[in-house]
């Protein structure tokens, strides 16, 4: 459409007039204004304001970022700033905004991205990922060489052998979209170092779950009866029947530290063979203890009951050599220990010396905090201490499931999908993701305005982001949402940083913005999952002083109206725009003529419209209009319209 029929079109408008001045009626309804509940990305506390750690320094805004033109035109006598701002997207982008569909990545991958794997996985998850990707199989790599290939690789696929540290993430150079840990344990992943790269990391936690239980009765019926040891003896050439005299099982107590999905195999195992079972694990629920038969207790109370344990904790700071000096002075006299968990939950001196005592009678270990040990660690030299080299999850059974399990889930990652398995991002369920689609597109677009709005030199670093909806705290996850408000606002003023729901969290803390989330009830509809969404930028300066609310704060409203996502107020004025292409507004004074000389500027500049809207307080005041625009106007053309009489201010901004 020409500019030329603009005026035609603002007259079919009129409606949008309306609708505008009813939205803003009801926005401004009584709140029941409450923050948002929840959990934050990745396990922080969420809604109320993320301050503290979030609250430090501020993002300076370049006069001139992303290659947005900036016209500075003081107007006649008034002077009012006249601004046009333009951010230029990729396509890629675009459409990826438009599909609201990857919440992981923007940037286009090759038609089949590389798929590094570093470590033996089964034949049957290569073969799923040869139907995605060009699949390397390239196993034994030093640090050098693994720096070298993830430059080049948009997935990366380990077990417990390979170290993925910051160093591996630096040299990706964002290249790697996703790690996948085919296995349980992570702790050979920097996930800190992951999440400020944005990249996901996935694992395959059930798999191998029995195959570990397994190993853990093996290792445990193995000690008791010295299996191992009479092997040995035996091939030396002897018979030494009194020597090799065992324990029994059962009525014994094996004390599980750690009751997971792991611990718990091994109790209903144990419970198999005769053993009374207790379990130290703060964070399992008591129902599911019981419903097997398992007593859970306190630290102590383990470590002084048992004749058996069975360590099955991940290795965290908290359980880092967690079985010590203290705790094995707490043991009964002649226990057995088996370790099919990360060989750093031990104190290995400690448990020489705790052998050396008689506290600990034998140990069975699977798992050593390097791996393998030096060849003279003393844990390889002693005959009570029974060593396998990490075989827990080693069973055919286990590495075929584990190996499909980390390659649909690195699949899935690569296609942009939260995988159930994600580690380093939070696990939306895919039906709220599919609902949610729309309204990713109007949040990271309202924060791409706001932020487009920001001028002057108090840079921006506080950012409340409220949600008007139906629905209750509980049925209100908004991590998406804030995710792609933080993608709209960083994206524009930074440079190779693409903002995703792994890392939006991290960027906006290291960019020092603080960001706080609230929720309005809103009677409506509760089908919808959110009514608007009002991005507000406090503290800081507008390049376009209409975007100023009342209290001051740059203030963009936007809502999802079949689907398309609409900018319903800017400041104090009530707008109808969609949110795409490019927008002009013009604070003018309310006289006749002022849509038709722009519309016919527009026109001769060959910018077609795309849509019109005015909004005003009262006749003969001031008045905002707004101008859909298909075509990138030209600076001139921009400030020829900010010279037309009556015209206060503009801005023009690109949206997608
Ligand atoms: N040897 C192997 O090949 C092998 C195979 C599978 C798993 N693993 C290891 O076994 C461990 C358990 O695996 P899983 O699949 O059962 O994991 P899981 O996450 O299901 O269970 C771990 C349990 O440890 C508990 N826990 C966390 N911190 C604790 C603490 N401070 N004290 C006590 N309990 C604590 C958790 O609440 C959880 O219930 C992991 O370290 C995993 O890497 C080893
Ligand atoms: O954490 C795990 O899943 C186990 O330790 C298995 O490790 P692996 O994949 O190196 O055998």
Known sequence: MAAAAAATNCATRTGVLQSSLATEHKQNAAPDSGRVEGSLFMGKPVGTSTSGALDSGSVALPADYNGCSAVEDR????????????????????????????????????????????EKLDKQGIELLKEHGNVDCSYNLTLKDLCAKVSLCDALIVRSGTKVTREVFEASRGRLKVVGRAGVGIDNVDLEAATEAGCL?????????????????????????????????????????????????????????????????????????????VAYDPYAAQDRARAIGVELVSFDEALQTGDFFSLNMPLTPSTAKIFNDSA???????????????????????????????????????????????????????????????????????????????????????????SSTAVNAPMIPSDLIAELEPYTVLAQRLGRIAVSLVGGTK???????????????????????????????????????????????VIAKRRGLRITEVRQSADGDDDVPVESILVQVNGSESKFASSLAEDGSISVLGRVESGIPHLMKVGQFSVDVVLEGGVIFCRQRDEPGMIGRVASLLGSGHVNVSFMSVTRHRPKELAIMA??????????????????????????????
């Open 75 to 118: 107007k006649r006598g008034n002077g009012i700033k006249t601004s046009a701002v333009s951010q230029p997207m990729t396509t890629t982008e675009a459409k990826s905004a438009a599909s609201g569909r990857s919440q992981l990545q923007d940037s286009p991958l090759p038609t089949k991205p590389t798929i590094l794997v570093a």
């Open 201 to 277: 990391v996935v694992n395959a936690p059930t798999a191998n779950t029995v195959a570990a239980a397994e190993h853990v009765i093996a290792l445990m019926t193995s000690l008791a009866r010295n299996v191992a040891q009479a092997n040995a003896s035996m091939k030396q050439g002897k018979w030494e029947r009194a020597k090799y005299t065992g324990v029994s099982l059962v009525d014994k107590t094996l004390a599980i530290m750690g009751f997971g999905k792991v611990g718990s195999e091994v109790a209903r195992r144990a419970k198999g063979l005769g053993m009374k079972v």
């Open 328 to 418: 094995f002075a707490k043991m009964k006299g002649g226990v057995r220990i088996i370790n099919a968990a990360r060989g750093g939950v031990i104190d290995d001196d400690a448990l020489i010396r705790a052998l050396d005592s008689g506290k600990v009678a034998q140990a069975g270990l699977d798992v050593f905090s390097e791996e393998p040990p030096p060849k003279d660690s003393p844990l390889l030299a002693r005959e009570d201490i029974v060593v396998t080299p990490h075989l827990g999850a080693s069973t055919i059974e286990a590495q075929e499931g584990v190996a499909i399990e980390i390659a649909e889930a690195v699949i899935n990652g690569l296609q942009g999908t939260l």
């Open 459 to 505: 840079g921006i670093r506080d950012v409340t982001i409220t949600y008007r909806t139906s629905r209750d705290g509980t049925d209100h996850d908004t991590r998406l949402l804030r995710a792609f408000v933080i993608k709209g606002l960083v994206e524009p003023i930074v440079s190779d940083t693409v903002v995703n729901i792994v890392n939006a969290d």
């Open 627 to 656: 101008i859909g625009v298909d075509d990138v106007p030209t600076e001139e053309l921009l400030a020829e319209i900010s010279h037309i009489p009556h015209i206060e201010e503009m801005v023009y901004l690109n949206i997608n």
